[in-house]
């Protein structure tokens, strides 16, 4: 599993658990909406460290952790 495809399912899940639209998180989080349907989206889109920043500081349930997983990959519970 590629966690930039769990980073992008688990920022869908916050935004709809707040019952936000992309354009009001993107509002929120300061970041472009594309660039955020992008993340949700597409399982290969690698998002920028400050956008990664950005999101963890207006969802609720991101973790300090996301910060590192832009294109890294899950293997057997590992880090690849």
Not at 42 to 57: A, S
Request: overall charge positive; aromatic content about 4%; hydrophobic content about 30%.
């Amino acid at each position: 599993v590629r966690l930039t495809e769990a980073f992008g399912v688990l920022v869908r899940q916050l935004r709809r658990r707040q019952q936000w639209t992309v354009d009001q998180l993107a509002q929120k989080a300061r970041v472009d909406p594309g660039e955020l349907r992008s993340i949700e989206r597409d399982p290969h889109y690698r998002p920028r460290p400050r956008v990664v920043h950005h999101l963890r500081r207006a969802l609720p349930g991101v973790d300090r952790g996301a910060e590192g997983l832009q294109g890294q990959e899950v293997t057997q519970g590992r880090r690849a």
